[in-house]
């Protein structure tokens, strides 16, 4: 099929979803307010790609002789990285980096899910073909996923395998196992067309617990499947009034499976107890999907960077070398940003196991991690910039009704009140409305934990390397003139 449109994407959401909003089940996502502003922003993702003048940056051809959005390549060369990456940063500066779930972030999800095709099929081969097949089947329908991958938020002490949340197989059948049990977090999920579910950091299963062991897509629409939903952040409000909560807001959602058929097609993981716990490792999750995070972190920085630089300068604080600490710290992480996105690609490996390039995993694992250390932080500082301007901020229809006789009172330095007010505005949007909280907390999370990424980071260091020179100093020199003993591989052999 190729390339859909924003029209064919929304088309697809009015189907039998079970989706569920405050008590109420939510018919169709591209009308109700509160959801409908994101069904489109979506959309126009979907346009996006098949305008002209981005066509050749954003889509490529497949071998199957259609168009797909690069998202879904399958790397062979490090252009192919490159494009990738252009990619990416095409449709994050459109969205100033606000989307973090456009379908572009999946779709390399997917595509790393068939690349690793020979792990998932080392066994028997039907598995790994089925994993390509659903990728394959991603690219040309040009689907829109979301994932599940934790467990419900219940209990994190006792071990998964003994909550009643935690997805199961309860009984097999010709078609296939039906599971009941719940996910989180499903991301976008009202607006996507298919969940990628893959059970996950679920250290407590051992062998005796197969029965928890599957991974597979189904449609969002599935028999058996219910989707409850957060509180809507969209305030539905004016352009002025809500700049950015009221262009999209990516709702979180916890799936329940309940007595769920799930047709063997759909699954590439099952049972084997050894894969499941090495299978984010065997589809280089970090590697494929921290180049989207990467590059759109890249965009939503500069963007924080140029709120936080132009509500510094409205009010003059940006005259005061500790404001200006603050915005250096701005600068100094897009800069980082930057030098990892070029690294990336730069630094790209092939895999030895499918001849794939993927971006260079340090760093992968630093963006990632960095993102989450320093979002939270930028947040402060545009919080404490702006002071209680995010509290003098007349409504749109209050400027409407007051008029020129606000203009004393609510002009900035160098700027108009109207204008001034519009500024702050979208700086409590991003920094202080349960939205903007919201994307503290996604940046915060979504990739995991804190804890997580600074154990990952220790286990998988190069402690042998840094070990070498320790031991190397221990060792006394060989003559008071050689004070610094030489590393074994500058000694000329005796
Ligand atoms: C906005 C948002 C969107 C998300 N979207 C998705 C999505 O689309 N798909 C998806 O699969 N996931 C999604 N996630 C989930 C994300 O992957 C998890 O938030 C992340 O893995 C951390 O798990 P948790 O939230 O359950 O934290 P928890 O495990 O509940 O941790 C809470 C706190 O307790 C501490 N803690 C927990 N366990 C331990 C321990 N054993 N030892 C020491 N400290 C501990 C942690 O350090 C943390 O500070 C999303 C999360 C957020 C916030």
């Excluded at 979907?46 to 959005?69: C, I, M, S």
């Excluded at 991603?138 to 997805?167: G, I, M, N």
Aim: charged share 25%; glycine share 6%.
């Amino acid at each position: 099929m190729g390339l859909r449109s924003g029209a064919e994407y929304l088309d697809a959401l009015r189907d039998k979803r079970r989706i569920i909003y405050d008590g109420k089940r939510v018919d169709d996502v591209t009308a109700e307010p509160g959801f409908r502003n994101t069904a489109h922003a979506v959309a126009q993702y979907y346009d996006f790609q098949n305008l002209p003048e981005v066509r050749d940056l954003v889509t490529y051809e497949t071998p199957d002789g259609d168009r797909a959005h690069l998202s879904f390549i399958e790397p062979r060369t490090q252009d192919d990285l490159r494009r990738r990456a252009q990619a990416f940063a095409a449709w994050a500066e459109v969205t100033c980096g606000h989307m973090g779930r456009s379908p572009d972030y999946m779709n390399a999800c997917l595509m790393a899910v068939g690349a690793a095709q020979s792990h998932w099929g080392a066994k028997e081969a039907v598995w790994g073909q089925r994993a390509y097949d659903l990728y394959l089947d991603a690219r040309r329908r040009d689907l829109c996923y979301t994932h599940t991958f934790v467990q419900a938020h219940t209990d994190r002490f006792t071990p998964a395998t003994e909550q009643k949340s935690t997805l199961r197989v309860v009984r097999e059948t010709a078609d296939g196992p039906v599971v009941t049990g719940a996910k989180a977090v499903g991301t976008l999920a009202p607006y996507a067309d298919a969940n990628l579910c893959l059970g996950g950091l679920m250290p407590d299963v051992k062998d005796e617990h197969a029965h928890f062991v599957i991974s597979f897509t189904l449609p969002m629409e599935a028999a058996g499947t219910t989707w409850i939903c957060r509180d809507v952040m969209d305030p539905e409000r004016s352009h002025f009034d809500a700049p950015l909560s009221g262009k999209s807001d990516e709702m979180d959602t916890v799936v329940i499976f309940e007595d769920c058929l799930i047709p063997w097609d759909n699954i590439y993981l099952y049972q084997d107890v050894e894969l499941f716990h090495k299978q984010l490792q065997l589809m280089r999750f970090h590697d494929a999907l921290g180049h989207h995070v990467l590059i759109r972190s890249v965009a939503k920085v500069r963007f924080l960077f140029g709120l936080a630089h132009m509500i510094a300068e409205t009010s003059q604080v940006s005259q005061r070398t500790n404001i200006q600490e603050r915005l250096g710290e701005f600068a100094m992480f897009l800069e980082n940003l930057e030098c990892l996105a070029i690294a990336a690609v730069e630094g790209a490996e092939q895999d030895a196991t499918n001849g794939l390039w993927y971006a260079n995993t340090k760093a992968m694992r630093t963006a990632i991690r960095l993102n989450a250390d320093y979002y939270p932080q930028l947040i402060h500082h545009l919080m404490q910039i702006g002071g209680s301007g995010y509290v003098n901020m007349p409504q749109e229809r209050t400027f409407d009704t007051l008029g020129s006789a606000l203009e004393d009172y609510f002009s900035g330095a160098s700027r108009e009140a109207k204008e001034k007010v519009a500024l702050y505005r979208m700086g409590w949007d991003m920094a202080g409305s349960a939205w903007g909280q919201r994307h503290e907390l996604y940046e915060r999370f979504f990739f995991g934990e804190h804890t997580r990424h600074r154990l990952s980071a220790y286990e998988w260091a190069d402690k042998e390397a840094a070990m070498a020179m320790v031991r190397r100093m221990l060792t006394p020199p060989p003559s008071r003139f050689e004070p610094y003993p030489l590393p074994d591989h500058y000694r000329q052999s005796e």
